[in-house]
């Protein structure tokens, strides 16, 4: 029987597992059969929110380390499923900003010991390069379908099971909880995490919890480049443009709150292919190579939810990573496998609680 059962194999379910499996857990990860692929696999892998110094602090806590902890992560799984070192690219980021928002955004950055200076046009780049901006050298971006595969494979090399059904129903136990499955099963342990991105919300309603969240579709497209054309992450208002090493760039994304289907869409593209060229006027002469689409779990406030669910002792949920889960995830993971091993929390508990909405 394992120690504890995780619904979901996110980035965020995927990264607890790896804790709790440090922590000498024997877990079993659930996964729903998935036609289409999971937010984890279809973000970008910026190690950064965007505008990072709109957040609050609930949220800089999750994610002004994220670098490091990712370099930290590539170093221990490389090898694993072809993870190379180059996967976390760190390309730095540069950020279009005008003057009175750079100001506050050095402030932040000063606070937050976030290395940034102020850099005038990005000097590779004749689209939204040739504008004021911020130079982050230490955020770069992380190939996070890579990642994940990694991920599954050491958990499986470490004995962590994989099942393949959707959780239907969670009934709460004196400790833990049982999970009813789409395949008749039932599973119980003294301890459950809840972390089914999007689909979380609906698990959790019929245990009378209400949380602000809901789907945020959002799509992507790639191009082929030499590698090094985009030398760094660009952000700009109206998009971004993230390099991975081998030349592959991604061109986003689209957000549409509320919207919940996978579909790629043929106005999403007309809208990332203008972004592309706005942000890199040569991208209007070249076909992408891919076009997808993902569902965010979408929170109307600015971090997530991470924490025990209200009167049910040993069942826990993450809940709302919308746009920064990538980002978010390995400090989020930690703090969810220390306070399910009751070790000392690493954030403080009250501001992520799921009873605090
Ligand atoms: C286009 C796009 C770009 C993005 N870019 C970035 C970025 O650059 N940086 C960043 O930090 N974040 C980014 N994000 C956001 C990020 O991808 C998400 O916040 C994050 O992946 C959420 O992770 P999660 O593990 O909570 O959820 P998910 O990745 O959605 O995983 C949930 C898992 O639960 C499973 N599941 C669902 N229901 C059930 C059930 N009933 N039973 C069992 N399993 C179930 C699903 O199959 C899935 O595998 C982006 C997202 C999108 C769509």
Known sequence: MADVLIAGAGIVGLLSAFELTKRGRRVTVIDAPALYPPASWAGGGILSPLFAWRYADPMNRLTVDAPARYRRLVDELAGHAGLRGDDLNDSGLWVAVGEAERERALAWARLWEVPCQRADEHEHLSGAGRQPGLWFPEIGN?????????????????????????????????????????????????????????????????????????????????????????????????GYLIPRADGAVLVGSTLEEGEGSHYRSVTGRWALERKAARLLPELADQRPMAHWAGVRPGCARGWPYLGEVPGCSGLFAAAGHHRNGLVAAPASAEFLARLMCAETPSLPVGDYSLSSS
């Open 142 to 238: 992380i190939r996070n379908p890579r990642m994940l595969k990694a991920l599954r494979s050491w958990l499986s090399r470490r004995g962590v099971r994989f099942r393949t059904a959707a959780v239907k129903r969670i009934e709460p136990r004196r400790r833990g909880a049982s999970l009813w499955l789409s395949d008749g099963e039932c599973l119980t342990a003294p301890a459950v995490l809840v972390s089914s991105g999007a689909w979380t919300a609906g698990l959790l309603a019929p245990l009378g919890v209400r949380l602000p969240l809901f789907p945020a579709k959002g799509e992507m497209l790639l191009y082929r480049l030499a590698p090094g054309r985009v030398p760094a992450i660009i952000l700009t208002e109206q």
